[in-house]
């Protein structure tokens, strides 16, 4: 019985711990109104961490006390995981972070089941919600641009000649758990079948530590060049979800975030 919730989070999703019990909500919040498939996305989540929980790799793990799901509630989607304590603030070392990422990628490598093929960068859902939402941050000179980038930058991620393989999706430290155990990784709503250079961008973009330093700690890495096309897009994701961010949690330093990723992506272009 849950007594005395506390909310974990509150961003792209909202998570709860229904405590004392050991048991955590996950509940669609901001990925509910951009994408569409919420509930295709956190069944993905939930197929995913199951399989590499059974298969040994450090990952949260689905709950074991309750029906996981996804639910539907009163309009929202949820998903039911396993409490795990661990340090929020923890700062890893760089070299700790790239072996990390390449034994979750060695045990990702057997996975069975379906992955989408294409780069979870969410740009044309975030255009059509600020659109709905008449964002008034973002000029429809900004939205087409943003559009038309992500059809250009996902076409050369995929025409890279990359090998496609299972991805984490989002793998930077801060879904790296720091327990008692040891770290484990959670949230794979991103994962996809694509080249690795994608989940080495999400680790070289980290503002939690030396991003670059934990790269070249990933045995055999691809140089800079080679990750090229990866950087972009998950630059232009960045870029996206910095919008939706903005729209929720209005502050001046997101504002000024936001303009200053606007000014830079234009100026790259």
């Given amino acids: 019985m849950c007594t005395d919730p506390v909310v974990l989070k509150d961003g792209a999703n909202v998570l709860v711990h229904l405590a004392p019990a050991p048991v955590v909500a996950r509940v669609g919040g901001l990925t509910a109104l951009v994408r569409t498939e919420v509930a295709a996305t956190l069944a993905k989540d939930v197929a995913l961490a199951g399989w590499l929980a059974g298969s040994g790799a450090p990952v949260v793990s689905p ?17 039911f ?6 340090e929020p603030d923890h700062v890893y070392r760089p070299a700790e972070v790239g072996p990390l990422l390449a034994d979750l990628h060695g045990v990702l490598r057997d996975y069975p089941g379906e ?21 008034p941050v973002a000029s429809d000179d900004d939205l087409v641009m943003l559009a ?3 059809v250009r930058i996902s076409d050369e991620l995929l025409a890279a000649g990359s090998k496609s393989v299972p991805l ?3 793998a930077h430290p801060g879904n790296l758990l720091y327990t008692p ?5 959670t949230d794979f709503e ?19 530590l030396d991003g670059w330093a934990a790269v070249a700690s990933y045995p055999d890495a691809p140089d800079r060049a080679a990750l090229a096309p990866s950087l972009a897009a998950r630059q232009l994701q960045g870029l996206a979800w910095s919008l939706v961010f903005l729209w929720r949690f209005r502050t001046p330093d997101r504002l000024a975030d936001v303009r200053a990723r606007l000014a830079a992506w234009r100026s790259a272009r």
């Fill in 63 to 79: 709950s074991r006390l309750l029906l996981v799901g996804p639910h539907q509630h009163l309009g929202r989607t949820l998903t």
């Fill in 81 to 86: 995981w396993t409490y795990v304590a661990h």
């Fill in 115 to 135: 992955l989408p093929g294409v780069p979870p960068m969410d740009v044309p859902e975030v255009v059509a919600f600020l659109r709905s939402v008449g964002d």
């Fill in 148 to 150: 038309r980038d992500a």
């Fill in 168 to 170: 984490h999706g989002d």
């Fill in 181 to 185: 155990t040891g770290p484990v990784w």
């Fill in 190 to 208: 991103d994962a996809w079948r694509g080249p690795i250079g994608w989940d080495l961008a999400c680790l070289a973009g980290t503002g939690r």
